[in-house]
Nanobody
Framework: VQLVESGGVSVQAGGSLRLSCTAS????????VGWFRQAPGKDFEFVAG????????VYADSVMCRFTISRGNAKSTIYVEKSRLKIKETARYYC??????????????????WGPGTQITIAS
């Protein structure tokens, strides 16, 4: 499974953005999908995850009520509510696919497939 993120931009603090993740194979439809981010000099941080059914969803506490993750048959798309982005959320955002049989997962070791990432810069 090859994953590719899109939607990387530079936005003002308090602004909004939408990231998309697309996959190369139908297998994508039967695995969980998640988003992680890595700020400069920091570790990977879980952001949000969704099961292959789209029913089970988990969020990091830091993005709860501000980020929304959803998926269709071929895409996993994460949305951010307007006027809620923070400068400290500047990071490279990665889409990831779980191992088969894993539902919405927070732990990085649950994820097998990774996209190259897309840079999001939040400016003041």
């Amino acid at each position: 499974v090859q994953l590719v993120e899109s939607g990387g931009v530079s936005v003002q603090a308090g602004g909004s953005l939408r990231l998309s993740c697309t996959a190369s194979m139908c297998t994508f439809r039967s695995i969980g999908v998640g988003w992680f981010r890595q700020a400069p000099g920091k570790d990977f941080e879980f952001v949000a995850g969704v099961s292959w059914t789209g029913v089970s969803i988990v969020y990091a506490d830091s993005v709860m009520c501000r980020f929304t993750i959803s998926r269709g048959n071929a895409k996993s798309t994460i949305y951010v509510e307007k006027s809620r982005l923070k400068i400290k959320e500047t990071a490279r955002y990665y889409c990831a696919g779980t191992f088969p049989g894993v539902w919405a997962a927070r732990a990085i070791f649950e994820y097998k497939y990774w996209g190259p990432g897309t840079q999001i810069t939040i400016a003041s």
